[in-house]
């Protein structure tokens, strides 16, 4: 099916062109390939998109020539995939990856062929691609495309379809089942039914996948407009119960009168209010973990309840992320979202009861647990139960609070462990410490005492309250 290559045309940057025609000066065929050009053409056909655009560099190159012979002809190379045939081209600040055309063998590990041979046929090289939507190749210099599997066709119809079988594709790379749940997310496509049939059956290429990779295709998921589709996909086709089979818990698990879903389908609607940055996203989806093991009922509200499912939430939360090989950053923030995910503010809290939320979340938190608890809310999916006034009213509060100078760490006291040991002729030791979280707590409750002398006649007297020991 025809399509216009204009806006393909013009998005291809002039060092890519010059890369091309450098090889076809010494008699090498080149194309441009990948989802540069399918990025490229969906936006063609669905202009509605358009927003999604923009200025890339991941612009991937297949050729006919051998990888000695790209080498040979550009002064800057690096070998960065030689055993597969791929070199990186270096061009002014950018640099392409240029990948000699080549077959593949088996793949005994499910992830990577064992080895690759070389071919002279493009479409040998597009055959072993995963989805017909990225086994579209562009010739920049002719402004022609092969498309030896309808890619565009498939593009046209928003349909992800496996190149060739399907069971054949996903048992090579375990982690293909992974992206075809992605790119359902990120491209807006639906799964075609003989690719979705085949992904359960592959499922043990699946676990053969590094926990990194899979850490890798969530957080790109999470760019996604509506990131629930992946999940989804995963909880329906078995990915979720080798990952993570915690969130299965969610699944089916009624909530009460305040909701319009069960747990699962209110995370999955969390996730997508979301504001598109991935630790809030996840944040999201692990908000309500800990529902289903906290879940009971109440005889006297005849209603559901979940007392105290942030905080076993936030200790499942912790080795899921763990397993998945998030940073140590990621892992406890996210967990800490999770922990202090409720938000209950109503106009009766005052200035002292503002500094005490601020102290115990942290206020480098605060901004993210307003986004949190703004898509908790949304996603309960009833509007009587919607309103944003307590979540609005808090912020401000907190911002005029914060603005004031409070302190909420101690290291906004105006007294330092060594000024307090010097000032009572105390020892280094853990009483130290116990004093500066006392003085905290003082000057939470009143701001005034923040100053050295105050806080210095306050130390006298909590140390004068201690009991003696003889």
Not at 180 to 206: G, H, M, N, Q
Not at 313 to 321: F, K
Not at 406 to 433: E, T, Y
Request: charged share 30%.
């Amino acid at each position: 099916m025809s399509i216009s290559t204009a806006r393909l045309s013009a998005a291809v940057p002039a060092t890519v062109r010059e890369l091309c025609a450098r090889l076809l000066e010494h008699g090498h065929h080149s194309w441009v390939v990948g989802g540069c050009v399918r990025d490229e053409l969906r936006l063609e056909l669905m202009p509605e998109n358009a927003a999604e655009g923009g200025a890339r560099n991941d612009w991937d190159i297949a050729t006919s020539a051998r990888p000695e012979q790209v080498m040979s002809l550009f002064r800057r190379v690096v070998p960065t995939g030689l055993q597969h045939g791929t070199v990186t081209v270096l061009l002014g600040k950018e640099q392409y990856e240029v990948t000699t055309l080549r077959g593949e063998t088996s793949y005994s590990d499910g992830r990577r062929p064992d080895s690759v041979y070389f071919v002279d046929d493009l479409r040998l090289d597009l055959a072993r691609r995963d989805f017909t939507i990225n086994a579209i190749a562009y010739d920049v210099l002719s402004d022609t495309l092969l498309d030896p599997f309808d890619g565009i066709v498939d593009l046209r119809a928003r349909r992800l379809r496996a190149v060739g079988n399907a069971s054949e594709r996903f048992a090579e790379d375990g982690l293909r089942v992974l992206r075809a749940a992605r790119f359902v997310a990120t491209l807006e496509v639906e799964l075609e039914e003989a690719t979705a049939r085949a992904i359960e059956p592959s499922l043990d290429s699946y676990r053969k996948v590094s926990a990194e990779r899979v850490r890798d295709e969530w957080i790109k998921t999470m760019k996604a407009t509506r990131p629930s589709l992946a999940f989804e996909v995963m909880r329906q086709h078995g990915l979720l119960a080798i990952t993570a089979p915690e969130l299965l818990e969610s699944v089916g698990c009624e909530q009460n009168k305040y909701h319009a879903f069960d747990v699962w389908n209110h995370a999955l609607s969390c996730l997508d209010h979301c504001p598109k940055q991935p630790v809030l996203r996840l944040s999201g989806l692990l908000h309500d973990i800990g529902k289903p093991r906290t879940r009971a009922f109440s005889e006297k509200t005849s209603d559901f309840t979940f007392y105290e499912h942030e905080r076993v939430g936030a200790e499942m939360v912790a080795p899921l992320l763990t397993r998945l090989r998030f940073s140590n950053e990621e892992r406890e923030r996210i967990a800490a979202l999770v922990r202090h995910h409720l938000v209950c503010y109503d106009e009766s809290w005052s200035d002292a009861a503002v500094r005490r939320w601020l102290r115990r979340v942290g206020p480098e938190l605060a901004d993210d647990l307003y986004a949190l608890a703004e898509a908790d809310v949304l996603a309960k999916g009833k509007a009587e139960f919607s309103d944003l006034a307590p979540i609005n009213q808090l912020k401000a509060h907190a911002a005029r609070v914060v603005s004031q100078g409070a302190a909420f760490n101690v290291r906004d006291l105006s007294i330092d462990g060594r000024g307090l040991m010097q000032a009572l002729g105390l020892a280094p030791g853990p009483a130290v410490g116990e004093l500066l979280r006392a003085l905290l707590d003082a000057v939470v409750e009143d701001p005034s005492l923040n100053e050295m002398g105050a806080l210095v006649a306050r130390a006298r007297q909590l140390r004068e309250r201690e009991p003696r020991t003889s």
